[in-house]
């Protein structure tokens, strides 16, 4: 079964702790078992990082071994042409979320580098967000 690789950029690994009323009381790890479970029967490696270059690392990784990207790269979202770089270098769909509806806020998070390169896009679902971007993949590989 096709691998498919879930990226989390910074500050997620707060998910539940951090502004509640914006990305809800779901932890991380909820976020994987809902993950792993809407993905079935396909693998998934559900990873985070507060450190922008360990995420390219892992869009590299995922040239090798990933049929296809989720991400939600966070803050990176807004400012990493490296992010950009790294996914214009994978070959499968990429899909990027948001758990809050970026374009209801601030004016600076309306702009993402990361959707030059993405085949879908998906704002304010709240965690389902990430389960739509797998029901979506698992018809692309
Ligand atoms: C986010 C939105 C970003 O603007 C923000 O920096 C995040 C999370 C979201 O999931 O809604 O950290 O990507």
């Known amino acids: 079964m096709p691998l498919i690789h879930i990226l989390n950029g910074p500050n997620l690994n707060l998910l539940g702790q951090r502004q509640p009323e914006v990305y809800g009381h779901a932890t991380l790890s909820d976020l994987e078992a809902m993950c792993r479970d809407a993905a079935r029967p396909h693998e998934i ?60 806020r601030e004016a600076f998070r309306h702009h993402s580098y990361v959707s030059h390169r993405a085949d879908g896009v998906i704002a304010g679902l709240g965690l389902g967000g990430y389960v739509a971007a797998l029901r979506h993949v698992a018809t692309l590989i």
């Open 45 to 104: 490696r559900f990873l985070q990082s507060n450190w922008e270059g360990q995420i390219v690392d892992w869009i590299h990784e995922a040239r090798l071994e990933a049929a296809a990207i989720v991400i939600n790269p966070a803050a990176l979202t807004h400012t990493s042409v490296a992010v950009l770089d790294a996914l214009n270098a994978f070959d499968g769909p990429v899909i990027e979320v948001h758990i809050s509806q970026v374009h209801k």
